[in-house]
């Protein structure tokens, strides 16, 4: 089972910034693929960007093309999620989460990942 702890999330005015961490343990050498969910109250969790292990192929929801950002420090097992020209509706409890890649590319739903972190709460309000 991976270990995945997030950090980062914060409160900040509509068009700031903020970058989240996903820290991981207990990854074989096996590929696996990386995603950010968020959900908001009362919402569903939705598939916010993802990306695999190997190869480093990488996948955003529309609502955050051009604004967010995923990478990962090769060197470690971390993985961030860089936020800018945040909105209000980008406000949510962000989960990082972790699963064996199922499939060609990483994708955006709940189902491939098994293992999750406690999440990180972003929260953006002027």
């Known amino acids: 089972q991976l270990q995945l702890v997030e950090s980062g999330g914060g409160s900040v005015p509509p068009g700031g910034s903020l970058r989240l961490s996903c820290v991981g343990s207990?990854?074989?050498?096996?590929?696996?693929?990386i995603a950010w969910f968020r959900q908001a109250p009362g919402k569903f969790r939705e598939g916010v960007s993802c990306t695999d292990t190997v190869g480093g192929g990488t996948d955003y929801a529309d609502s955050v093309k051009g604004r967010f950002t995923i990478s990962r420090d090769g060197a470690k097992n971390t993985w961030f999620l860089q936020m800018n020209s945040l909105k209000p509706e980008d406000t949510g409890l962000y989960y990082c989460a972790a699963g064996v890649r199922l499939f060609e590319r990483c994708v955006l739903a709940t189902n491939p990942y098994d293992d999750w972190g406690q999440g990180t709460q972003v929260t953006v309000s002027s």
């Open positions: 207990g990854f074989s050498s096996l590929d696996y693929s």
